[in-house]
């Protein structure tokens, strides 16, 4: 995901695509040139970090660190593996790695981590995402929720 934020260039869990690099870099390398700022790179998990070292290389990006304004960071708890949601308040949405994912039939539906060990801890941060005033939900897995993202999620939460 591609983020311009106030003070930084965000890229969260980034990705390039297998025989898309040159276009890919051709917008990436002229947005970055555009604004002039630094890029931050953020990972929702570990496991999503892709592209992030060849991105940071190319870019004199940091990976992780002090948030840039506007995103503020929510723990996904429940399992050792460290997960964590990301909030850009400015615009309502909420970016996740694998907590809640859309089907190819657009469903949106809760996945529970393989590693989850303590599922009440899991409840209880997802209880925590469900306060936010979430508008956008931006998934790594299926088509981004762009309208009336937390009512579905409350939705998937009560099919689990």
């Known amino acids: 995901m591609y983020y311009e934020a106030a003070d930084t260039t965000v890229l969260i869990d980034p990705l390039v695509p297998a025989g898309e690099e040159d276009e890919l870099f051709r917008h990436l390398d002229a947005d970055v040139a555009r604004r002039g700022l630094p890029v931050v790179i953020l990972l929702t998990a570990e496991w999503h970090r892709r592209s992030a070292d060849e991105l ?95 009512t579905r999620m409350a939705e998937a939460l009560a099919r689990s």
């Open 56 to 150: 940071a290389a190319r870019y004199g990006a940091r990976i992780g660190g002090n948030l840039p304004d506007g995103i503020e960071e929510i723990p996904i708890e429940g399992a050792d593996e460290r997960q964590v949601a990301y909030f850009l308040r400015p615009h309502a949405a909420l970016v996740v790695a694998e907590t809640f994912q859309v089907d190819v039939d657009g469903e949106l539906f809760l996945r529970r981590s393989p590693a989850l060990e303590r599922p009440d801890e899991l409840g209880a941060s997802l209880d925590r995402l469900m306060e936010l005033p979430i508008e956008r939900l931006l998934v790594s897995h299926g088509e981004p929720v762009l309208e009336d993202a937390r």
